[in-house]
């Protein structure tokens, strides 16, 4: 199995609340693990990677913040969501045993809109 | 990682071929050619990836130059449901160790009407 579990699949929150997105993986262990965001009419942007279990990096700065508590866990977060952060947020893992490989399966999304 | 150029939107026939281009004219010998694909609403779908051979699947193919500045995805009998926007991206595959980051343009908005 590829399953990557996302939720909520839509989330309607206000500015200046705080927002917890989560992502799991199964069929695979200490996998490359990604979060990305799609600003409406626009491409994808990727916002978060990590290659293990607290291992964190950030390709763009922001708002928001991820964390690897588990292996197959990545959450993304924010203190005090803005209106910029509105977005289709999604989680990405390589296939089942692929550091290397960039055949990305993504999971089904999380529209996210602050009002 | 070397930049794409893609048309913003086509439109095709069901049933005929739908041919995207994309210029990646600064793309490295080491560098590979991916197509995605993103139905709306959803998360990008792989399509189809090559280095300087054409490639063909069976959701595609993927016709690189010679001189691997341009690049054309084929899909040979579109339907309603190859609606969808193309992304053409190019780079190295990462080492182990490192992340497979994918930078994703604006891609094509391919419209495949009857």
């Known amino acids: 199995s590829q399953t990557i579990h996302q939720w909520p699949a839509t989330l309607v929150q206000p500015v200046g609340s705080p927002l917890s997105l989560e992502c799991t993986v199964e069929?695979?262990?200490?996998?490359?693990l990604y979060w990305y965001r799609q600003a409406a009419g626009r491409g994808l942007q990727l916002l978060f990677y990590s290659v293990g279990i607290g291992q964190i990096s950030s390709e763009v700065p922001q708002n928001l913040s991820a964390s690897r508590p588990q292996d197959r866990q990545f959450i993304l977060s924010s203190k005090k969501l803005l209106l910029s952060d509105s977005g289709f947020y999604l989680c990405?893992?390589?296939?089942?045993?692929?550091?290397?490989?960039?055949?990305?399966?993504f999971g089904s999304g999380t529209q996210l809109s602050v009002l | 990682d070397a930049k794409t150029t893609q048309p913003p939107s086509m439109d095709c026939a069901e049933g005929r071929a739908a041919n995207l281009p994309c210029n990646h004219s600064?793309?490295?010998?080491?560098?590979?050619v991916y197509w995605y694909r993103q139905i709306h609403s959803q998360g990008p779908q792989y399509i189809i990836h090559g280095l300087k051979n054409n490639e063909t699947n069976e959701m595609a193919s993927l016709i690189i130059t010679e001189d691997r500045k341009s690049s054309t995805l084929i899909l040979p009998h579109a339907t309603l449901r190859d609606t969808a926007v193309y992304y053409c991206i190019v780079r190295v595959p990462e080492v182990a160790g490192g992340g497979n980051k994918l930078t994703f343009g604006t891609g094509t908005q391919l419209k495949v009407e009857l």
């Open positions: 069929g695979t262990s200490n996998p490359n």
């Open positions: 600064t793309i490295s010998g080491n560098e590979y």
């Open positions: 990405a893992r390589p296939p089942r045993g692929g550091r290397n490989n960039e055949k990305l399966f």
